[in-house]
C-alpha cells in the first residue's frame, strides 16, 4: 500500500535559518503529494501541493518538488520565521476516485528569535 | 463562507461506553472523510462517505462505524470505546469523487477524545 516516511522532529531552528524537512513516498501509479501544516490548537491546513512529476508547489515562502526518480516530496524555506512553528505533515493521495490521505507522521519545527 | 465544523470539541468518556461525533462539511462538499489523529502521529484514514454510503474503509475495526445524512453531514461512531481510541478525530470534506483528478480536502479542527 501507499506509505509516507519523513524526518523525525523536532527540528529548532533561529530565526531566518534554512528550513529542509525530507519526506520520501512509497505508492503504485501517479500519486498527489503534499504538505499539511498543524499550528498549535488548529486542524490541518493544506499549504502546498504538487500533482505530477517535476511540479514544484509554493505557498508563503514555503517550497517542494515532486520528484519522482527519488521518489520524494523535500518541503523548503529560504527564511523561517517564529510564526511557522508548527507540525508539518507530509501526505499523498493514489490516483482514481475515492480519494483518501495517507500522512507521514509529522515534523515539528520550532523557530526560535 | 463556514469551513468544516466538528461538535464536540472535546469529550471524556469511560471504557465500554459509546461516542457519536459530528461533522459538517464546508458549503458545496459532498465527500466526508474521518480520520484519527493519535498524539505525536500523523492522522489515520477511517473511512469515507459519498452519497451516503461508506465508499472505502480504512484498517480500523466494525466498532467504528459512520453515517452520512442528505445534507452531506456525517457522523462518526465508536462502540465499545478502548483506551487507545482516545485520540484527535479529524474530519474532512471535499467536493465529488471525480475520477482520478484530486478534489482538495479540507480538514476539521477535530474532536479530541479522552478515554478513561
Known amino acids: 500500500g501507499n506509505s509516507v516516511t519523513q524526518m523525525e522532529g523536532p527540528v529548532t531552528l533561529s530565526e531566518e535559518a534554512f528550513l529542509t524537512i525530507n519526506c520520501t513516498y512509497t505508492?503504485?501509479?501517479?500519486?498527489?503529494l503534499f504538505w499539511y501544516v498543524q499550528y498549535p490548537g488548529e486542524g490541518l491546513q493544506l499549504l502546498l501541493k504538487?500533482?505530477?512529476?517535476?511540479d514544484k508547489g509554493s505557498n508563503k515562502g514555503f517550497e517542494a518538488t515532486y520528484r519522482k526518480e527519488t521518489t520524494s516530496f523535500h518541503l523548503e524555506k529560504g527564511s523561517v520565521q517564529v510564526s511557522d512553528s508548527a507540525v508539518y505533515f507530509c501526505a499523498l493521495t493514489g490516483s482514481g476516485g475515492y480519494q483518501k490521505v495517507t500522512f507521514g507522521t509529522g515534523t515539528k519545527l520550532q523557530v526560535i528569535p | 463562507d463556514a469551513g468544516v465544523t466538528q461538535s464536540p470539541t472535546h469529550l471524556i468518556k469511560t471504557r465500554g461506553q459509546q461516542v457519536t461525533l459530528r461533522c459538517s462539511p464546508k458549503?458545496?462538499?459532498?465527500?466526508v472523510s474521518w480520520y484519527q489523529q493519535a498524539l505525536g502521529q500523523g492522522p489515520q484514514f477511517i473511512f469515507q462517505?459519498?452519497?451516503?454510503?461508506?465508499?472505502q474503509r480504512g484498517n480500523f475495526p466494525d466498532r467504528f462505524s459512520g453515517h452520512q445524512f442528505p445534507n452531506y453531514s456525517s457522523e462518526l461512531n465508536v462502540n465499545a470505546l478502548l483506551l487507545g481510541d482516545s485520540a484527535l478525530y479529524l474530519c474532512?470534506?471535499?467536493?465529488?469523487?471525480?475520477?482520478?483528478?484530486?478534489?482538495?480536502?479540507?480538514f476539521g479542527p477535530g474532536t479530541r477524545l479522552t478515554v478513561l
Open positions: 458549503s458545496g462538499h459532498d465527500t
Open positions: 505508492a503504485t501509479g501517479y500519486p498527489s
Open positions: 462517505y459519498y452519497e451516503e454510503e461508506e465508499r
Open positions: 474532512a470534506s471535499s467536493l465529488g469523487l471525480a475520477g482520478s483528478s484530486y478534489n482538495e480536502q479540507f
Open positions: 504538487a500533482t505530477k512529476a517535476d
